[in-house]
C-alpha cells in the first residue's frame, strides 16, 4: 500500500442502543421488537474505524463521559488502531442514539449528544496541532456548530483536504463552504440545504453557494459528485440490506482512505460505494464497517463500480 496521508476525525462517539422490529412504527403505534443490542457509534468515530479497518492512520478527537459507554467507545477505538489521545473525557453522559431497524434495512434514529456539547475550540486547537498532518480531515454536524466552523478554517489555514459530512443538516454559510474541499450529504440532507429534491439541482446549488464540490449519497441509487469541471455517477453495489446505519459513515471513512492515497475521484468513488456495501450487509454501526482485506476479496470477485 503507498505511503498515504493521515486522516483526522474531528466529531461525535456514540453507544448506538438498537430495536430490531418488523416495521418501523407510525405515529401513535406501539410495535413488537425482534430483539436489542447496543454497539459503538456516532458519526465521527464511525468514519474513524471505517478508515482505520481499511488501513489509514487515523487520529479521533471529541469527547465522551466518564462512564460505562465513554470507557467502552474509546477502547474500542484502540481496539481498531485509531488513535485516541484527543478524545477528552468530560462531566457529562457520553452521548447515546436510540435507533429502530425495519425487517428492510430502513431506520429511525434519534441521537443525544451528552458529551459531544462539549466539543469546543480548545479541543479542536489541540487536535490540529498534535495531527501527523496536513492529510485528511473528516467532520460532521454532530457536535457544536462553534466548533466544526472553527475546526474549517483553522484546518484550511493549516493545508488539510476538508470533508464535511453535514448531518444533521443545518445552514452552512457560503464563508465556511468555500473552505470545504468536499460536501458530502445524503439525499435527504441535500434537499434540506438547498431546496432541492433533484440530486443534480441540488449539487449546483451547492456549488453555487461555493463549495469546491458536493458529492450526493443516494442509498442504493449510489452517488453523484460534481465540482467546476466534471459531473460522475457512481452506482451502488447491489446487495441485500440487512441494516442501513452506518452505510454513510462507511461510504466516508472509505472516501478519504482513498484520497488519503492520492487516487482519483472516480477510483475513490468506486472504492467507497463497495464499502458501503458491505456495511449495509450487516447489523450494527461500527461492527458493520468492513476490513481492507474484506473490500479487497470483494473487489478481486466483483467488478468496482465505475464512475462515469
Known amino acids: 500500500m503507498p505511503t498515504a496521508k ?36 456516532g458519526k465521527g468515530a464511525n468514519q474513524a474505524v471505517a478508515a482505520a479497518r481499511l488501513g489509514a492512520r487515523v487520529t479521533m478527537a471529541g469527547c465522551v463521559g ?39 434495512g430502513a431506520n429511525t434514529i ?9 466539543c469546543d475550540t480548545a479541543l479542536v486547537d489541540r487536535a490540529l496541532a498534535d ?60 434537499a434540506a440545504l438547498t431546496g432541492s429534491s433533484d440530486p443534480r439541482e441540488a449539487a449546483r446549488h451547492l456549488l453555487a453557494q461555493g463549495a ?29 440490506a440487512v441494516d442501513t446505519t452506518a452505510a454513510g459513515d462507511a461510504y466516508i471513512g472509505a472516501l478519504a482512505v482513498a484520497l488519503a492515497e492520492d487516487r482519483s475521484v472516480a477510483d475513490s468513488l468506486g472504492f467507497a460505494a463497495v464499502a458501503a456495501g458491505l456495511a449495509v450487509t450487516r447489523l450494527g454501526a461500527q461492527p458493520s464497517l468492513a476490513s481492507r482485506e474484506e473490500v479487497g476479496r470483494f473487489i478481486a470477485n466483483n467488478p468496482m463500480p465505475t464512475a462515469r
Do not use: K
Open 6 to 41: 493521515p486522516v483526522l476525525v474531528i466529531g461525535s462517539l456514540n453507544m448506538d442502543l438498537v430495536a430490531r422490529c418488523e416495521h418501523l412504527p407510525r405515529t401513535g403505534q406501539t410495535v413488537f421488537g425482534t430483539d436489542f443490542f447496543s454497539a459503538a457509534g
Open 66 to 104: 466518564d462512564d460505562r459507554f465513554g470507557h467502552d467507545l474509546v477502547a474500542g477505538l484502540r481496539r481498531d488502531g485509531v488513535r485516541s489521545d484527543a478524545v477528552r473525557t468530560v462531566a457529562h453522559p457520553t452521548g447515546t442514539a436510540l435507533i429502530t431497524i425495519a425487517a428492510d
Open 212 to 240: 469546491c464540490a458536493a458529492l450526493i449519497t443516494l442509498g442504493g441509487d449510489g452517488a453523484l459528485y460534481c465540482d467546476a469541471g466534471a459531473t460522475l455517477r457512481c452506482p451502488a453495489v447491489a446487495v441485500q
Open 131 to 190: 495531527a501527523d498532518g496536513p492529510g485528511i480531515l473528516l467532520l460532521q454536524h454532530e457536535i457544536p456548530e462553534a466548533a466544526t466552523a472553527h475546526a474549517i478554517r483553522a484546518a484550511r489555514a493549516a493545508g488539510w483536504f476538508i470533508v464535511l459530512n453535514p448531518a444533521p443538516a443545518r445552514p452552512i454559510g457560503r464563508d465556511l463552504l468555500a473552505l470545504i474541499d468536499i460536501i458530502v450529504p445524503n439525499e435527504t440532507e441535500a
Open 110 to 118: 434519534v441521537v443525544i449528544s451528552g458529551a459531544n456539547a462539549a
